[in-house]
Nanobody, 124 residues
Framework: QVQLVESGGGVVQAGGSLRLSCAAS????????MGWFRQAPGKEREFVAGITRSGGNTYYADSVKGRFTISRDNAKNSVYLQMNSLKAEDTAVYYC?????????????????WGRGTQVTVSS
C-alpha cells in the first residue's frame, strides 16, 4: 500500500502561482511513476503531469505545458507541482497518484494509488 497526501492548494488570482506537494508513505517511493491529475466540477478527472521513477523524464497535458512543472525528491518521498500563470480554467481538485510502472501512463485507470486531493481555485 502507498498512502498519498496532497497539500498546498488554495485560492489565487489569475496570473498567480501555487506549489502543490504530495507526500508518500508505505512503500519505496522511487519504485513509482507519479502523476498529477485534476477534476473540475461536472468534468472527468484528467491527467495534468507525470514524472518517471528517477525524475529524469516529465510529461504534461497540452493545457499546462509551459506553465506547470512537475518534480520529485525521492529522498523526501515527495512529488511537487509548480503552477504558474494560473487561469480560471485551472480551478479544480488536484490529485496525486502513483503507479508501479516502467512506462509512461496517463490514464486514470492505470494508477493504483490516489490521494484525497487538494482544492485549487483561481479567481479571475
Amino acid at each position: 500500500q502507498v498512502q498519498l497526501v496532497e497539500s498546498g492548494g488554495g485560492v489565487v488570482q489569475a496570473g498567480g502561482s501555487l506549489r502543490l506537494s504530495c507526500a508518500a508513505s508505505g512503500r519505496t517511493f522511487s519504485d513509482y511513476f507519479m502523476g498529477w491529475f485534476r477534476q473540475a466540477p461536472g468534468k472527468e478527472r484528467e491527467f495534468v503531469a507525470g514524472i518517471t521513477r528517477s525524475g529524469g523524464n516529465t510529461y504534461y497535458a497540452d493545457s499546462v505545458k509551459g506553465r506547470f512543472t512537475i518534480s520529485r525528491d525521492n529522498a523526501k518521498n515527495s512529488v511537487y507541482l509548480q503552477m504558474n500563470s494560473l487561469k480560471a480554467e485551472d480551478t479544480a481538485v488536484y490529485y496525486c497518484a502513483a503507479d508501479r510502472t516502467l512506462v509512461i501512463v496517463t490514464a486514470t485507470s492505470k494508477f493504483d494509488y490516489w490521494g484525497r486531493g487538494t482544492q485549487v481555485t483561481v479567481s479571475s
